[in-house]
């Protein structure tokens, strides 16, 4: 196939390895604080073969999964396995605490609206049309069953990062617990510090100036960490704004939103999750996160 | 009035986290149709005594669906001898049985019987997804082995809440087992020395049994339980567990190889006979757990309450701790404590002479004991799914001894035949 299956790499950098691979549409990078080479491809064979899986499974670029199948599947009922529903069930749990902002079932919304930067916003009469194929209250999902309705979809894609951090950083803590981070496209974890004890060091990047300017510099001992934001993505009128979060329930983006949102939590999806409600609160993200107690950083 | 109207989610977030991280999705995942097959052995041995050999095999299947089909496979292998119930005595004592058998016991050595039997068990158990709540499970066993024979199955349903934080699970089982004592069960509390031998001759008129030895031809045993439990889970790192379960059995309940010393005021033994338990009991048990995740380490504590109409009542405390070794797999000590009153009709002998009890037995699994466990497990993760592990533990149970109501001779020896056991376990699993 070639060319664009990029191998994963393996460099030795200050005391630790280095591994770095592409998947799920983004540089993925794993930090091993071990000695051996062999421990280290090991590891990082274990972390690729994870994020591959849940790529090939969840994404929804694909026609051959069961991401596929139940967005084609016409209004009939679809039988999912454990993992799916185990998904399926988070996310129907995210629906509900956050009251409906959080929702896979948003992503037709793209068909509408494309945040590339220009001045094109659409009408309201087809954000209305489209917003009749979002909303979770509209699926039935009586686990192990899935039913959307015609035209409905749904996407995995802001979960299914934080869950390959997750399960690889489990699987690769089975292996050899020792220090690892892993960071894929900006989503991390840690599963420990340092075999000499001292936490890893994360940047976080100033989206007002991209790989150039930080907001902060976080020493992490454990847990999770992402970032939502809209730093490349957005629309711009008259002078407003407009970030590629968009509000499931007007069908617009969330107005009032910071540019970016970082969280730190125990675990990768519970920061993800809760970066991403913080943005879709738009002007009052940071309220929402001050009730969380969480650690959180606002570009 | 608040500042912000925000809830703090956080908690139920985590709750539902831990769900998709550690729930059935890590038992499962990656693939959907695949064998994940645990292997153990399992050596038993007591000293002097018993040796236990327990291969098991254990397979299961998940289907795309979430439907899990599970096959247990073991055979045992016992072997050696065991307390047949008489007190010790100061002359050598030879015992026989209706199957001809004969064995001798030298003076004051506790009076055991030696046997050699292979049990082989098969049991299937399938669980389904009703809805997205509630799941099935239907089990069936059945085991044999020379003189007995079991049959059971079961059905349990279990239901989670909404949130996925309480579990209730309501379940019933039943099964039905034959005892076919070698030679055929023994008159209850009847004497040894009343038996006659039917081995060697042409003794063919046996009554009843009338030499057809169909393996229904035997004693009947039945047995039904139900269980109740709830499963709460407490936080992103405590869960606790409570279950009750209630067990009936009726039918022939005895042990046909055990006996009582028949003994004159001397504490001498005169004769001996066998055992006659009631043919019912009503036994009930509480059980509860309570697992806490430290950020690597995992404690697991347990007690169970169990009560029945036999008289006997015994508390179980168990606690064990899983060390996570960096990456280097884990180590679980373990400590056990098991304490039980005895049975009412547990007698240590029966006096020559005296009206006969309408139940006796001297089995020392019916007498009051105390029971001790110290074991270790290491267990080491082989490649992404698979699992080593080794398991050694001791056992010791110890019990009264001297009774009030020894007589005679019998003051000077322990009647209570005590049990040191050593347990090693080896444990490999691994998905095909």
Redesign the interface.
């Known amino acids: 196939m070639g060319a664009d299956a990029h191998e994963p790499t393996l460099e030795r950098c200050d005391g630790y390895w280095l591994g770095r691979f592409s998947a799920m549409a983004s540089p993925n990078e794993v930090l091993m604080d071990v000695d051996s080479r062999a421990d280290a491809e090991a590891l990082l064979r274990?972390a690729v073969?994870?994020t591959r899986?849940i790529e090939r499974k969840f994404s929804r670029y694909r026609d051959d999964n069961i991401v596929h199948r139940i967005n084609h599947a016409g209004g009939e009922r679809i039988?999912?396995?454990?993992?799916t529903?185990?998904?399926l069930?988070?996310a129907e749990?995210?629906h509900a605490?956050?009251e409906g902002r959080f929702d896979i079932t948003s992503g037709v919304l793209r068909r509408v609206w494309r945040f590339d930067g220009s001045d094109r916003i659409p009408e309201q009469q087809r954000i209305e049309a489209t917003l009749r194929f979002v909303g979770w209250n509209r699926v039935r999902?009586?686990?192990?069953y899935l039913t959307l309705q015609p035209g409905m979809e749904i996407d995995l894609g802001g979960l299914g990062k934080e869950?390959a951090v997750?399960?690889s950083a489990?699987?690769m803590?089975?292996?050899?617990?020792?220090g690892l981070l892993v960071n894929y496209g900006g989503d991390l974890y840690v599963t420990g510090t340092r075999r000499d004890g001292t936490p890893w060091t994360v940047g976080i990047d100033d989206p007002a100036a991209t790989g150039r300017g930080s907001l902060g510099r976080i020493r992490l001992e454990?847990g999770g960490l992402t970032t939502s934001g809209d730093a490349r993505r957005f629309l711009l009128r008259d002078g407003v704004r407009y970030g590629h979060i968009l509000d499931p329930m007007t069908g617009w983006p969330v107005a009032g939103a910071p540019r970016s949102v970082t969280v730190v939590?125990?675990?990768c999806?519970?920061a993800g999750?809760?970066s991403t409600?913080a943005m879709l609160?738009g002007s009052?993200a940071e309220?929402?996160l001050?009730?969380?107690?969480?650690p959180y950083w606002l570009g | 009035m608040q500042l912000t109207d925000m809830k703090n989610i956080r908690r139920a977030l985590a709750l539902a986290t831990c769900a998709v991280l550690h729930g059935r999705a890590d038992a499962v995942a990656p693939a959907g149709d695949d064998w994940h097959v645990d292997s153990a052995l399992l050596f038993y041995s007591e000293q002097d005594r018993v040796d236990v050999w327990e291969p098991a095999v254990l397979g299961t299947r998940t289907y795309d669906d979430g439907e899990t089909v599970t096959v247990r496979g073991v055979v045992d292998t016992m072997s050696g001898a065991t307390p047949n119930g008489a007190v010790p005595s100061s002359k050598p004592e030879t015992y026989t049985s209706s199957s001809g058998n004969a064995y001798t016991v030298p003076a004051g050595a506790f009076q055991t019987k030696s046997f050699d039997d292979t049990r082989a068990a098969l049991g299937v158990d399938w669980t389904r997804n009703l809805d997205r709540l509630t799941r099935r499970k239907l089990s069936g066993d059945i085991s044999a082995e020379t003189d007995y024979f079991s049959i059971g199955g079961g059905l349990t349903y279990s239901a989670d809440t909404e949130n996925r934080m309480t579990t209730f699970t309501g379940g019933a089982g039943f099964s039905f087992d034959i005892v076919s004592p070698s030679g055929g069960a023994p008159d209850e509390l009847g004497l040894i020395s009343a038996v006659v031998p039917s081995g060697g001759g042409g003794d063919d008129d046996e009554g009843e049994g009338g030499g057809e030895d169909s393996i229904f031809s035997g004693e009947k045993k039945y047995t039904a339980n139900i269980l109740l439990g709830l499963t709460q889970v407490l936080n992103r790192r405590a869960l606790t567990q409570l279950n009750y379960t209630y067990n009936f059995n009726a039918g022939y309940l005895n042990d046909p190889y055990k006996l009582l010393s028949v003994v004159d005021g001397n504490g001498e033994t005169v004769d001996h006979r066998f055992e006659k338990r009631p043919d019912r009991r009503n036994g009930n048990a509480l059980y509860w757990a309570f697992v806490y995740h430290l950020p690597q380490d995992v404690v697991h504590l347990s007690y169970r309450y169990y009560w029945d109409d036999w008289g006997i009542r015994s508390n179980t405390f168990d606690i064990k701790y899983r060390m996570e070794l960096g990456g280097h797999g884990y180590l679980q000590p373990e400590f056990r404590y098991y304490t039980q009153t005895e049975a009412d009709f547990f007698r240590y002998f029966l006096l020559d002479g005296a009206p006969l009890p309408d139940h006796a037995s001297a089995d020392y699994r019916l007498a009051e004991m105390d029971g001790t466990t110290v074991g270790v497990k290491y267990g080491l993760p082989v490649g992404k799914d698979g699992e080593f592990s080794v398991r050694a533990a001791y056992l010791q149970q110890t019990g009264e001894g001297h009774p009030n109501q020894a007589i005679g001779i019998l003051r000077q020896y322990d009647l209570y035949p005590g049990l040191d056991a050593t347990i090693v376990q080896i444990s490999f699993s691994t998905r095909f």
């Open positions: 274990i073969d994870e899986r039988l999912v396995d454990a993992e529903a185990d998904l069930d988070f749990r995210c605490l956050s999902w009586a686990r192990p869950y997750d399960r489990a699987l803590a089975r292996f050899r617990a020792a454990r939590a125990d675990t999806m519970e999750v809760l409600i609160q009052r309220e929402f001050q009730a969380q107690q969480v």
